[in-house]
């Protein structure tokens, strides 16, 4: 019976102090954010080769002007189109074909903003991608088969510094955000990324 006694206490005293601690946190800052883009990412092994995909990300906020966000990403396959001199044409020749290359990648990092209904921030975040080769059409089952056969030997360290700009009306965002998503196999590989979409914040 004392413990139950200590245990109420307890109860009580979390029911009398988290109201004021909460309401004193939210008039600095909100609490989550989710957010979905469009992305582009241009790819530093072939200059002729830039992905565009689609990804979410969800961030929450440890103090009004830091956050930790969560984000993945998939490029779907792109149009490779190359050019050659054909001996006895006069001229190049454009010849068109499907990568049947798509990029899956995840972020997760800190993220530093101002505050205020239009807000700068930079981020550097680190995580993993994978290269992958199908011929499958782009849908909801073929991400998560994707997720689900992924194993440690096919995905690559990632490391992206960035920065951009989002503004609110109420809880309602617009963000955009450009950096440099290096990955590292046989060296550094630099690759620019850019995102735009729409974000909540409660």
């Not at 307890?10 to 988290?18: E, K, Q, S, W, Y």
């Not at 998560?144 to 096919?154: F, G, H, I, K, M």
Request: a neutral charge.
């Amino acid at each position: 019976m004392k413990r139950f006694g200590t245990i109420l206490c307890l109860i009580v005293a979390g029911l009398l102090f988290t109201p004021a601690a909460f309401a004193q946190y939210h008039d600095s800052g909100d609490h989550v954010e989710f957010g979905i883009y469009g992305e582009y990412f241009r790819w530093a092994a072939n200059n002729n080769l830039g992905f565009t995909g689609v990804g979410g990300r969800f961030a929450i906020n440890v103090t009004p002007h830091l956050q930790l966000e969560a984000e993945t990403g998939y490029d779907f396959s792109q149009v490779f189109i190359e050019g050659f001199s054909a001996p006895g044409s006069g001229g190049t020749v454009a010849l068109t074909s499907r990568t049947h290359l798509r990029i899956l990648s995840g972020l997760f990092g800190p993220k530093l903003e101002t505050t205020g209904p239009v807000r700068l921030f930079v981020t550097a975040k680190g995580g993993a991608m994978s290269f992958l080769f199908s011929n499958r059409p782009a849908t909801v089952g073929t991400y998560t088969s994707t997720v689900s056969d992924l194993r440690a030997d096919n995905l690559i360290a990632t490391f992206y510094p960035g920065g951009g700009i989002e503004a609110f009306i109420g809880p309602i965002g617009l963000r955009v955000d450009a950096g440099d998503e290096m990955y590292f196999s046989n060296g550094v590989h630099q690759n620019l990324r850019i995102t735009f979409g729409p974000s909540i914040r409660f």
